[in-house]
């Protein structure tokens, strides 16, 4: 790798903790052992629950570190951001008695402006993408107020590189940490702490792989943008890093992996049933590496840092639906059936020996395939799993019926 020298040190990290000492903004977020976790992957897993931080994530750090060094000369502070930076610079400088506008796009999620109004800031709704925020956001900026990038600035970086600091002081022996990747702001704050503090420890980046910027720009020795992104995980979904970054990832970080969307819905759902956590995309990431054929951790002390819990609920849904559609609990079948009085209640009635829950019927006579006078009848289901969901299938064709599995 092509190190280049960092711009933050280990100094202004300290210098930020000291700037920090106060439970009311940033508080030491626990870390918990999970033993499924440990299964999984053969090593001894030590989630770091940085998802509890105030406002939901560990944005507080960076913001509340750069707004208490320009907090005397501003009298606002002004950012674009429609996920967890807004909340972290909202209560960052409501703390520091400083004004704070927020710019947002227009069609930001109504729980997010509601947010971040709540933690004291005033919210503008512009543009229609990120991008168009940014603008607009960049334009309100003059002598008296100052912008907070999420990430390309020394002050965010050595703020976020607390989190490094009390990651360390938790488990002083840990032989691989796990960090995601948006532009690259946390990860370059932790590994500069891991660097001085437990050079030996393996420092990993994680991207989501429809926004993964990072192996290309360190090949490149240049940071490289993405035109477009897709992942689920929006707080990692910057499509691209910075100079800044790129030189501390380049000088710190030992390895950087991708995990795909399927992967971190995986470890959504897991942190729920296994761990009882509600932890959003970006924070699941790390997870979802070390579960992962990307990333080996058998035989050592792993920390993966879940670093956001704000999950949109339209978000759980669809990781809900695709994993109970994964393993057959939830389960729609679509029966060929004579277009006959009883059809129905004769399947359904096939179902229910089962014990299994019909959820929905659709009735449909359009399909091409199908003769005059025959029909489908769809039918969605909640089983035990897949075995129940195999047993339902034999049944319906023992009674004669042609069925087909189709994606919910
Ligand atoms: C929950 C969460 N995790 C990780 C990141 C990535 O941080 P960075 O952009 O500093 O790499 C973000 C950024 O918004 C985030 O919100």
Not at 132 to 147: G, I, K, Q, Y
Not at 245 to 265: F, K, N, Y
Not at 307 to 317: E, P, R, S, Y
Request: one cysteine or more.
């Amino acid at each position: 790798m092509n190190r280049k020298r960092s711009t933050i040190e280990f100094d202004d990290v300290e210098v930020a903790r000291e700037r920090l000492d106060d439970e009311s903004v940033v508080k030491h977020t626990p870390v918990e052992r999970s033993t499924s976790l440990d299964d999984l992957t053969d090593g001894e897993v030590h989630l770091k629950m940085e998802h509890l931080q105030w406002t939901g994530s560990f944005k507080p750090r960076g913001a509340y570190n750069k707004i208490a060094q320009c907090a005397d000369e501003t009298d606002r502070v002004v950012a674009a951001s429609a996920g967890n930076h807004a909340q972290g610079v909202a209560l960052a400088a409501t703390k520091l008695g400083v004004d704070s506008t927020i710019v947002m796009p227009k069609g930001a999620p109504q729980a997010k402006v509601d947010a971040t109004r709540g933690y004291g800031a005033d919210v503008e709704l512009v543009g229609s993408d990120f991008r168009e925020a940014m603008r607009h956001a960049r334009s309100l900026v003059d002598d008296e107020t100052t912008f907070v990038h999420a990430y390309d600035d020394p002050a965010i970086v050595a703020g976020q590189g607390t989190l490094g600091i009390e990651m360390y002081e938790d488990l002083p022996d840990v032989d691989t940490i796990v960090v995601p990747i948006g532009g690259g702001g946390l990860i370059s704050g932790i590994a500069t702490a891991f660097a001085e503090l437990s050079p030996e420890t393996r420092v990993v980046g994680v991207q989501a792989a429809g926004a993964a910027t990072v192996p290309d720009s360190l090949q490149k020795g240049d940071p490289v943008a993405l035109e477009s992104v897709k992942t689920i995980a929006d707080g990692i979904a910057t499509g691209g890093i910075s100079e800044l970054t790129l030189s501390h990832i380049q000088a710190h970080v030992d390895e950087v992996v991708t995990v795909t969307d399927g992967e971190i819905a995986r470890a959504i759902l897991l942190l729920l049933e296994r761990a009882k956590q509600v932890v959003e995309g970006a924070g699941a990431a790390s997870v979802a590496a070390i579960i992962s054929e990307e990333l080996d951790v058998a035989g050592e002390t792993v920390m993966p840092l879940l670093c956001g819990g704000n999950l949109d609920m339209t978000m759980l849904q669809t990781v809900l639906v695709h994993a109970l559609t994964d393993r057959e609990q939830l389960l729609r079948l679509r029966v060929r059936i004579d277009d006959r009085p009883g059809k129905m209640e004769e399947i359904s009635g096939v179902i229910a020996e089962h014990n299994a829950n019909i959820q929905t019927i659709r009735h449909d006579r359009s399909a091409p395939e199908l003769d005059v006078g025959e029909a489908h009848l769809v039918f969605q289901i909640e089983t035990s799993g897949a075995s129940q969901a195999r047993a339902i299938i034999r049944s319906i064709r023992g009674h004669g019926y042609e069925v087909r599995h189709v994606n919910a």
